[in-house]
């Protein structure tokens, strides 16, 4: 059995993951696993083998225009080990060559503040930090621009509340309560692909339940009367997502990202449905 024949069998029928987490395998195996050592013989695979091959892959990405970051590399090595643990299991081989590789660390960007002095050299050179954060007024800015958007509500909560995108995305109005002021997060819905998929919230600590303050409670009831008054003029059924597109159908969520992209955002030109 080579490398390629087991990576295939175990995507297919030994994996119990998240639909989202297969995918990421799926392509991480088929664009640099496979090409690199699917002809290896399963029995014969080396650490120093799989040590050349994420050489190779850092060494083909400096050399392209299409660089893999060091997070992508880490991923790739992940994919592997968990395949060949799973291959140990099952007395295919004796022991894990992945695990003899010395792992590769992704490096966590540090978020910076969207000062003035910030926003005033991102101008002059173009550059700008991978993780940047608004302050309240740039926040306050942003919240007042896109007002009438019919996502607005999204957006407040997430910038208030700290919800993650899916995790508004997969928020339904049975778990909310807006006579109680409480909101309970119990999924996320996830691009998988062309589709979206519904997934159990992200952490455990992920499930909780917020508190809402008045505004936020007042900002959901006109989106729920919005909704409503959406769904009767298209003549399309209730899904019971609180975010849905113009269809009633679920959404994947805000997708504009412009805490580190922008100075005076435009919802016209941002914010998708």
């Known amino acids: 059995m080579t490398v390629e024949t087991w990576l295939n069998r175990w995507l297919e029928n030994g994996v119990k993951l998240r639909e989202s ?9 088929r664009n640099h696993l496979i090409p690199y050592l699917g002809r290896v013989p399963l029995r014969d695979l080396t650490s120093q083998q799989i040590s050349g091959m994420l050489e190779s892959v850092l060494r083909f990405s400096a050399a392209s225009k299409r660089p893999v970051s060091d ?15 799973a291959a140990v299991r099952q007395g295919l081989i004796e022991h894990n060559p992945a695990r003899l ?17 910030r926003i005033n050299q991102y101008l002059l050179d173009g550059q700008r930090p991978s993780v940047a954060v608004w302050i309240a007024a740039q926040t306050a800015h942003f919240s007042h621009t896109i007002r009438e958007h019919r996502l607005y509500a999204a957006y407040h909560l997430i910038a208030l509340r700290g919800l993650r995108r899916g995790a508004a995305a997969g ?24 589709h979206l998929a519904q997934c159990p919230a992200k952490t455990e600590s992920s499930y909780r339940t917020i508190a809402l303050d008045r505004i936020t409670t007042a900002v ?11 769904a009767v003029k298209n003549g399309s059924m209730p899904s019971g997502y609180v975010f849905t597109n113009q269809r009633s159908g679920p959404t994947p969520g805000p997708a504009a990202r412009p805490a580190s992209r922008l100075r005076q955002p435009r919802a016209s030109s941002r914010l998708r449905p």
């Open 171 to 194: 928020l339904r109005w049975c778990d909310v309560d807006l006579d109680g002021q409480i909101l309970t997060i119990r999924q996320q819905i996830q691009r998988v692909g062309d």
């Open 220 to 230: 959901l009831r006109r989106h729920s009367a919005r909704q409503q008054a959406e």
């Open 101 to 117: 590789v010395e792992q590769t660390r992704a490096r966590r960007p540090h978020a910076v503040v969207w000062t003035e002095a």
């Open 21 to 29: 987490t297969r995918c990421s395998y799926t392509q991480l195996s």
């Open 71 to 85: 997070g992508t590399v880490a991923r790739i090595h992940a994919t592997l080990r968990a395949a060949l643990n």
